[in-house]
């Protein structure tokens, strides 16, 4: 995972193992993946790349059997 797109993958991996067990795999969980996404870019050019490794991170911790990959 590229430090420079995701400078605190620790801290979204909690924010989303704490979403996933308040909502399961329903849509609060998914608006919380969104979050994460607009605060990893901040707007920028790199948000595809950013949805990968987010999506990636969601399919290591069980949540998705096989993460989508933009």
């Not at 608006?31 to 949805?51: I, M, N, P, S």
Request: glycine share 8%.
């Amino acid at each position: 995972m590229s430090q420079a797109v995701f400078p605190h993958a620790a801290d979204s991996r909690m924010v989303l193992a704490a979403n996933f067990r308040k909502y399961g795999n329903g849509p609060d969980f998914w608006d919380a993946y969104q979050r994460l996404l607009d605060a990893a870019t901040g707007g920028r050019e790199v948000k595809a790349q950013a949805a990968n490794e987010l999506a990636l991170l969601a399919q290591e911790m069980g949540i998705l059997k096989a993460a989508q990959l933009l």
